[in-house]
């Protein structure tokens, strides 16, 4: 029974942080991260990702790449970072749980090992989720004091929440469950499995001589296990 669920929590940790990484690369490909509506021109829409910025005219979108990474924001810049780090995290992860799991076999890796390649995957899914999170919430923190500044003029438009962010804050938390279900499968105890001291070869009877008596002398059999 705890080899079934075992597997079960595996095969859904990796689904989930497969799943969580995809749309991890997703939020950071797409440009709605942040949306500004004019109200001068309501068909006029400027939003603005972490690579470009782009202008929404009836169904007609006009792109520009940012030219310089330093005159990004600041925020910007490091989700640029922290975003790169999570795809290569939850990569790595993936492969190092996958090659852990016992959804495949593998017959030159002891189950130890792969009980410890699984824990290092799910550690490094949990990692990719907290990479993803928090530029995510730090865009997404900057957006509300923007909007809420005071000091700029009401007439001024701000801006607002874009679809990658809630994009953004689901892939951390597919990213973080699928590190948990696999790290909860990595403590589980596997019942089934062979034990490692294998039970040695029985030794040969030791013989020990006996005492004398009228001039006799004769062996007797002293039973020996071997111990590993």
Sequence with gaps: MAWSFRRKAQLGGLL??????????????????????LELNEMETWIMGLWEVCVN??????????????????ELQVSRILMVA????GLLGLLLSGFGSECFQFPRIRWVFKRRLCLLGGTLEASASATTLFPVSWVAYATIQDFW?????????????????????AAGIFLALG??????????GKEDVPSLQMAGPTAPPFYAPADESNDS????????????
Excluded: M
């Design 149 to 169: 500044d005071n000091s700029i003029p009401e007439i001024v438009p701000r801006w607002e929440f874009g679809d990658a962010l809630y994009l953004g804050w």
């Design 57 to 74: 005219q009836e169904d007609v979108a006009v792109c520009k790449a940012f030219e310089s990474f330093l005159s990004l924001p600041q």
């Design 179 to 188: 590190g948990l279900f696999l790290i909860f499968s990595a403590c589980l």
């Design 86 to 89: 999570s795809h290569g995290l």
């Design 16 to 37: 989930l942080s497969l799943l969580g990484w995809v749309c991890s690369c997703v939020t950071t490909i797409l440009p709605q991260w942040k949306t500004l509506n």
């Design 217 to 228: 002398f004769y062996l007797t059999t002293r039973p020996r296990n071997l111990l590993i």
